[in-house]
């Protein structure tokens, strides 16, 4: 093999190993907002006093390490803040079996009303 293929190759691999297998989509189901930045999102457990549904988002990480969901939860509040969402009501979590190492986290996207 050439160096430069086996260079492209490698950049490549440490490219997906570095930058994580986190994925994530969203579903708009209500109105939409300007997006904001994914760190002005909020995590609830429980619905808050006012707000509206803007959609629903899901993200995924393989494993099941502490780190790995909290690169989920990045990815998963990064979804909400492209619908312009300020809340994420989290559903159950739920992580892969012996196989299967996976975590996978989805919620409702919401706007928080003032």
Do not use: W
């Amino acid at each position: 093999m050439n160096k430069l293929f086996v260079s492209a190759l490698a950049g490549i691999s440490a490219a997906l190993v570095l930058g994580g297998c986190a994925t994530g989509t969203h579903i708009a189901t209500g109105n939409q907002h300007p997006p904001i930045p994914f760190e002005l999102v909020q995590i609830y457990q429980a619905p808050p006093a006012h707000y509206e549904i803007i959609g629903m988002v899901n993200a995924s990480d393989r494993g099941n390490r502490q780190h790995r969901m909290d690169v989920a939860v990045r990815k998963l509040k990064k979804e909400a803040a492209k619908m312009g969402a300020n809340g994420v009501i989290m559903n159950p979590i739920e992580t892969g079996g012996l196989f299967d190492r996976k975590t996978k986290l989805s919620g409702q996207a919401i706007y928080v009303l003032p």
